[in-house]
């Protein structure tokens, strides 16, 4: 079946540093990526979308300038979290549709101190 | 706006004893209705799509059926290894909603043995 690789599974970064987070379709291509957010019990919130090729576009309230989006290939997209703050502590979950299913990755814990 | 309820938040079963989880939703034109399984720390696991209203699909001890308005996932005889985070989704089927997913607040679903 179709699989979403992200890496790494959990970080630790200081306040104030970037953070990447990556994303690889296994065996297919994606030409759309999803990125998700997930606090504490709760459900995921779509960040943005992003398309091989082409500038992200981000959901309301989603800072742009903070959360970078890049989709160079049609088998990887990457998420840097800049000047990362203690608030951005989250667990971060990519997703890709082969064949019109959603795909999800196994998500990034991100724990900013 | 696209909106997905689940009920109950929690569910708490006996072993055998079988229940169900509810999914409210509205949407502007349903593309499909998603159920997925999350484990904690780990990105969501696809279980079903639902595509129209009297679809019901199967799997083990899972069932998931679909109205205009709410979809149910029933679960018999449960097993201890069904506790999970169980997600809902919904994909609109146009404008500026098509292919992003919705998500509910999910049920915690915890089965005693």
């Known amino acids: 079946g179709a699989v979403v690789s992200q890496h790494p599974s959990w970080v630790i970064c200081k306040s104030g540093t970037s953070v990447k987070i990556e994303c690889r379709s296994l065996d297919f291509q994606a030409t759309t990526m999803f990125w998700y957010r997930q606090f504490p019990k709760q459900s995921l919130m779509l960040m943005a979308t992003?398309?091989?090729?082409?500038?992200?576009?981000?959901e309301q309230g989603v800072e742009k300038d903070k959360f970078l989006i890049n989709h160079a290939s049609l088998t990887l997209s990457t998420l840097t979290v800049t000047s990362a703050h203690p608030e951005d502590s989250s667990f971060y979950i990519c997703?890709?549709?082969?064949?019109?299913?959603?795909?999800f990755g196994s998500g990034t814990r991100l724990t900013v101190v | 706006e696209d909106q997905v309820t689940q009920s109950p938040e929690a569910l708490r079963l006996q072993e055998g004893e079988s229940s169900s989880l509810n999914c409210s939703y509205t949407v502007s034109g349903l593309r499909g209705l998603f159920w997925y399984r999350q484990d904690p720390g780990k990105g969501p696991e696809f279980l079903f799509t639902?595509?129209?209203a009297g679809e019901e699909k199967e799997k083990e001890r899972l069932k998931a059926t679909l109205t205009k308005k709410e979809s149910f996932l029933h679960i018999t005889a449960p097993k201890p290894e069904d506790s999970a985070t169980y997600l809902c989704a919904v994909q609109a089927g146009g404008g500026t909603s098509y292919g992003k997913l919705t998500f509910g607040q999910g049920t915690i679903l915890t089965v005693h043995p």
């Open positions: 997703s890709a549709s082969p064949r019109g299913g959603y795909t």
């Open positions: 992003s398309n091989e090729g082409s500038k992200a576009t981000y």
């Open positions: 639902l595509y129209s």
